[in-house]
């Protein structure tokens, strides 16, 4: 899998329900950074049946509670991977982000896109 990762946080690839892989972001956001080459920063990775990598935007990991703490990487990392182990719908951590950020308004933009590796790679 080829991965070009600008501005966003570490791209999670999961395999046999734990962390796997991080892949850094290469560039600023493309708003702030201009001229770039796609072909430089692309990150290649190896995938196999079953694993699983997720992108998302840091409106997860820094969505505040009331008490102004973080949802943070590694809470992130842990509901993933719970997520994984027990087979729940992908649902289950925006609905798991929105409980912990209960009675506070939402300042960032919220995006996760999970990509599952099935067993007919390259089709």
């Known amino acids: 899998m080829k991965i070009w990762n600008a501005g ?7 395999r046999d329900d734990k962390l796997h892989q991080k892949v850094v972001s290469a560039f600023m ?9 796609f072909e430089d920063g692309c990150v290649e990775i ?7 990598v997720y992108v998302y935007s840091d409106g997860i990991t820094e969505a505040p509670n009331l008490a102004e703490e973080m949802y943070g990487q590694d809470r992130f990392v842990e509901l993933l991977t719970k997520v994984l182990k027990e087979d729940l719908p992908l649902e289950y951590v925006m609905d798991e982000v929105s409980e912990f950020t209960v009675h506070t308004s ?3 933009d919220i995006t996760l896109l999970e990509v599952n590796i099935r067993d007919k790679i390259g089709c």
């Open 29 to 37: 956001p493309l708003g702030i950074a201009g001229g770039l080459d």
């Open 46 to 52: 190896d995938v196999v049946e079953h694993d699983c």
């Open 8 to 14: 966003l946080p570490e791209v999670l690839l999961f």
């Open 106 to 108: 939402q300042a960032d």
